[in-house]
């Protein structure tokens, strides 16, 4: 048991110490909660005329022009240019793009208005106002007085909401949105997907008591042999929990399934905790088990649903339980093609994930940022592994120490609010990234931190390669620091035809798993003509055919999986072909209308084929 609370120890150092700062209260779902979703209004600001005044100042608080301010007039005699009234209605959750064809292409500043009442809290509770995200930059005003700003377009952020500012009846919540792009932000001002704008996730208000569980981990013990604790029957699980404004005291952790209960002391402002279970059901695709996990500490008991599964790397291949795994994946964008709007809800993560199924998928690569909570969660309850990431995307300001910053900032809020997922095995910090000393350095910086804040997962990123005539070498420096060696490859798409891939030759400086992070062609559905044409569909079931063959032929034996570019259809401005892109990159297997393409059938074969030859050799 010694040994145990070492350990426990330890995992709090790693995960805990490096996220010390971020006040984040993870699991909302699992506390009490007031949605503020619905209608919104809403006024468009391209000249910011709502924050700084005509000599472009920025306003004094209770300046009459702010727009965080209630212009509604006391008498016709008063001064007023701005208001929050139908028609100007806007829906939250969603991206402001697609709910009126004036927002389309509009990249600016966006004020959201509501009004709600005082949730009933008893005598004690503290209220936060929650954001599932805001993009990119949000300033929070709530009647009159400025709560706080976030930067970020895809992770979660609240603030406190002092006792004294919030009313009975009426109160006026104000939100400015502001989705422009900056070369010293993140991600920067090159990107190529859609700069959905606004409040994209839940809104709402969290109700907790003065002293709560603010953040939390469980997981199975990631230093612990897991072949032995199978044979054995004995699991170590580790854990730790930050409490917020703590005052001793003690936090009860219980597995009710497993039969566990046992109580931990308050010592500061956080707690390691280690339990051991005889049987646990560890969680995996093909058995997504999930255990109703209890925190509980004064008056607050907090209830999550968390798997239990050890992913590591051996040599070269990636273990998943004590069995090396293929990853049959295929990368996603946060986006509902029928619709052409960011996903949100529950309904759209089981539609976009729905499909990874039905493609014979065990994995998806969620990108190129963060997606909402929902993805994670029913990820977790389908069995899919997970690749999550931040938006470190191309031509970052890698020499800016600022912007290494708010790369930190951002994978620190991605891992908290999703550490306690079972399908998310693999942190990545970034995607295509050109070599430099000074792009080296950032992203390293990145990989060690993902890596202290969380031992239990892999860390990657997704890497270029340089094509050339005979063999093409992967040795990205920042392979080193990564535990598996993922790579973006477009042979016969960007370069040559699909064919070319038959004497291509492939090597690897790492002895680390090598996965193929993107491949994949542009087809538009409905469009056919013989394989060799550009953009019809055989052109990209050609390519697939070859790609397929290229993997089962000519890899290295270190090759460990795949998430192909891309499952559907997304909006791009950077796609402008007018007859088969029109705004659109082509490269889905599914259409925007939700239609399969050919190559969606040969990519599905294939994982099934990979999918029989393994439950072949498990049966021997």
């Not at 069995?383 to 938006?391: A, D, F, K, N, T």
């Not at 060696?485 to 798409?493: I, M, P, S, T």
């Not at 394989?531 to 089962?552: D, I, P």
Request: with cysteine; aromatic share 12%; glycine share 6%.
């Amino acid at each position: 048991m010694k040994n145990l609370i070492l350990a426990a120890i330890a995992f709090l150092g790693s995960l805990f110490s490096a996220n010390a700062q971020n006040d984040l209260i993870v699991n909302t779902a699992g506390r009490k909660t007031v949605s503020l979703n619905g209608t919104w209004h809403y006024i468009i600001d391209p000249y910011d005329t709502g924050f700084y005044d005509y000599r472009f100042k920025e306003r004094p608080e209770k300046d009459a022009g702010a727009y965080w301010n209630d212009s509604r007039p006391k008498d016709k005699t008063q001064w007023a240019e701005h208001g929050y009234d139908a028609p100007y209605n806007i829906k939250v959750p969603g991206d402001w793009n697609s709910q009126d064809r004036v927002f389309l292409y509009y990249e600016g500043a966006v004020w959201y208005q509501r009004e709600f009442d005082a949730p009933a809290i008893t005598s004690g509770e503290d209220v936060y106002l929650y954001f599932g995200a805001a993009n990119y930059e949000a300033h929070v005003y709530l009647n009159g007085k400025k709560l706080g700003m976030h930067k970020g377009g895809f992770t979660a952020f609240n603030f406190k909401i002092p006792k004294e500012l919030l009313k009975d009846k009426g109160n006026f919540l104000v939100v400015r949105v502001d989705n422009r792009r900056h070369a010293d932000e993140v991600p920067t001002v090159n990107t190529d997907w859609w700069n959905y704008g606004g409040l994209t996730r839940d809104v709402k208000l969290v109700i907790v008591p003065g002293h709560f569980i603010q953040q939390y981990a469980l997981q199975l013990d990631p230093k612990q042999d897991i072949a032995l604790a199978i044979k054995n029957k004995k699991y170590a699980l580790n854990g730790w929990a930050k409490i917020a404004n703590a005052n001793g005291g003690k936090v009860t952790v219980e597995v009710p399934e497993l039969k566990l209960k046992k109580e931990y002391e308050v010592k500061g402002d956080s707690l390691a905790f280690s339990l051991e279970a005889k049987s646990i059901s560890l969680w995996s695709p093909e058995n997504p088990k999930l255990y109703q996990v209890k925190l509980s500490y004064g008056n607050e008991t907090v209830s999550d649903k968390i798997g239990f599964r050890k992913i590591e790397v051996e040599g070269k291949k990636i273990v998943l339980n004590g069995k090396q795994v293929f990853l049959r994946g295929i990368s996603i964008h946060e986006e509902i093609p029928q619709e052409a709007r960011r996903a949100n809800s529950n309904n759209d993560a089981r539609q976009l994930l729905g499909w990874a199924k039905e493609l014979n998928c065990n994995m998806v690569r969620l990108a190129h940022y963060p997606h909402n909570e929902n993805m994670a969660r029913v990820a977790d309850s389908l069995g899919l592994m997970v690749w999550s990431e931040i938006p470190v995307y191309w031509t970052i300001d890698f020499g800016n120490k600022e912007v290494l910053a708010k790369a930190k900032k951002q994978l620190t809020e991605m891992i908290a609010r999703d550490r306690n997922r079972a399908s998310i095995i693999i942190w990545s910090v970034g995607n295509e990234t050109p070599v430099s000393p000074a792009r080296n350095e950032f992203m390293s910086a990145l990989a060690k931190m993902a890596k202290k804040m969380d031992s239990s997962r892999l860390i990657s990123a997704a890497l270029e390669v340089g094509y050339n005539e005979g063999i093409n070498h992967v040795d990205d420096p920042l392979g080193q620091y990564t535990d598996i060696v993922a790579l973006n490859e477009y042979l016969g798409w960007y370069r040559g035809i699909p064919s070319d891939s038959r004497t291509a030759k492939w090597t690897v400086a790492y002895d680390k798993p090598f996965f193929i992070s993107e491949t994949g062609a542009g087809a538009k559905a409905g469009y056919h003509d013989d394989k060799t044409a550009r953009f019809s569909e055989e052109y990209q079931e050609w390519y697939y055919q070859e790609q397929v063959n290229m993997f089962k032929t000519r890899f290295p034996d270190s090759f460990s999986g795949l998430s192909p570019w891309i499952l559907a259809d997304f909006r791009s401005p950077k796609r402008s072909n007018p007859y088969y892109q029109e705004g659109w990159n082509r490269k889905g297997l599914i259409s925007n209308k939700g239609e399969k393409k050919k190559a969606f059938y040969v990519l599905q074969a294939y994982y099934k084929e990979i999918m029989e030859r393994e439950k072949a050799a498990n049966n021997k």
